[in-house]
């Protein structure tokens, strides 16, 4: 049974910064693409960010471009999101996931495990 368990998340002040982080229990699951996505309360699941296997393409959702970056340390099955300029509509629980021998995606449907969540808050 894979695990993806996500840590880092935390309430910051608007303009701040948070690293998330998140460990695969199996190397197995850092062939495919890695992905995080959000959910805010009353809000439909959202994409944020995707990697591929070789961390040579890396996808964002508009809404973030510019201000989070992914990163993947396949040594590690560790997938990061490093998030700066943080905005009270960043808050959400985040998720990663883990696709299984397959590329880069932002559809949620293509992702195989998927992580507990950890909340991130941003106050104004």
């Known amino acids: 049974q894979v695990q993806l368990v996500e840590s880092g998340g935390g309430l910051v002040q608007a303009g701040g910064s948070l690293r998330l982080s998140c460990a695969a229990s199996?190397?197995?699951?850092?062939?495919?693409?890695m992905g995080w996505f959000r959910q805010a309360p009353g809000k439909e699941r959202e994409f944020i960010a995707a990697?591929?296997?070789?961390?040579?393409?890396?996808y964002y959702a508009d809404s973030v471009k510019g201000r989070f970056t992914i990163s993947r340390d396949n040594a590690k099955n560790t997938v990061d999101l490093q998030m700066n300029s943080l905005k009270p509509e960043d808050t959400a629980t985040y998720y990663c996931?883990?696709?299984?021998?397959?590329?880069?995606?932002?559809?949620?449907?293509?992702?195989?495990?998927w992580g507990q969540g950890t909340q991130v808050t941003v106050s104004s």
């Open positions: 199996i190397r197995t699951f850092s062939s495919g693409g």
């Open positions: 990697i591929n296997f070789s961390s040579t393409s890396t």
């Open positions: 996931a883990a696709r299984v021998g397959r590329g880069i995606t932002y559809s949620g449907s293509g992702y195989d495990y």
